[in-house]
């Protein structure tokens, strides 16, 4: 049973925020959107935690689903990832939890984690300093994909042969996250299989004009079935 009332953690109400709503709305929960951003700390408070909007006397939701972390200064990501650990602390299950959300919002830590794990992936390296962007590259040869250590939807990728051509360190904040580039057959395509709870629920193949492939950047999904050797690697992703 949905609990009564969730904040929907999200920094724009986009049409994924406002499915989200009306998901929760069909279901008969009060779901509210709420910025990570606007949300605080305050010790004298019933829960201990400024959450916008209204919660009840406790001041705290039922629960609480992430849609998206907000960006910013090292010390606002901690502080928003702070707010998700006190929530979990009170019992207010969140979902996912901040540290499912550190493991992958830090491709270096997801790939060594899929690594760890035995999940089969291209190699992947990552490097402070151009220097030691430019020496790996020499060591490692061929094509690799840049990529921002924190970011997604496709932005700011970039494929890269030789060391001429990395981008400057301020760029990518000083920090160099490569992967190998992998070469497809026929028309540029990924698939993405959605996990919950250990269980696949939703799978969709996307297909791009170019090799990025991200709905943002002109994907386009299309309905897929994945075989059981994907559903595996997907549950065992997840579960890494």
């Known amino acids: 049973m949905l609990a009564r009332r969730i904040a929907l953690f999200t920094d724009l109400l986009d049409w994924h925020a406002a499915a989200l709503l009306e998901a929760f709305d069909a279901e008969g929960a009060r779901a509210a959107a709420v910025r990570l951003a606007d ?12 959450i916008p909007g209204d919660w ?38 969140v979902w996912n939890t901040a540290r499912a959300i550190e493991r992958c919002v830090d491709k270096a830590m997801t790939c060594f984690l899929l690594g760890r794990a035995g999940v089969p992936m291209p190699a992947s390296w990552t490097v402070e300093g151009r220097t030691a962007a430019e020496a790996l590259l020499a060591r490692v040869g061929g094509e690799v994909v840049v990529k921002p250590l924190f970011g997604a939807q496709g932005r700011g990728l970039l494929r890269v042969r030789a060391a001429e051509a990395l981008p400057d ?20 395509h990924d698939h ?49």
Request: a negative charge; one cysteine or more.
């Open 39 to 50: 949300c605080g700390f305050d010790t004298e408070a019933p829960g201990g935690l400024l």
């Open 56 to 93: 009840g006397a406790g001041g705290l939701p039922d629960a609480a689903f992430v849609r998206s972390l907000d960006g910013g200064s090292f010390e606002a990501v901690t502080k928003r990832l702070s707010v998700l650990h006190a929530l979990d602390a009170q019992g207010v299950p």
């Open 169 to 188: 360190a301020a760029t990518v904040d000083g920090v160099y996250h490569l992967q190998r580039f992998v070469e497809v057959e026929g028309s540029f």
């Open 192 to 240: 993405r299989i959605l996990v919950c709870d250990g269980v696949p629920v939703a799978a969709m193949t996307r297909r791009g004009r170019d090799w990025i492939t991200n709905v943002r950047r002109g994907g386009v999904p299309e309905p897929f079935t994945p075989d059981d050797t994907m559903a595996d690697l997907a549950v065992r992703a997840a579960a890494a």
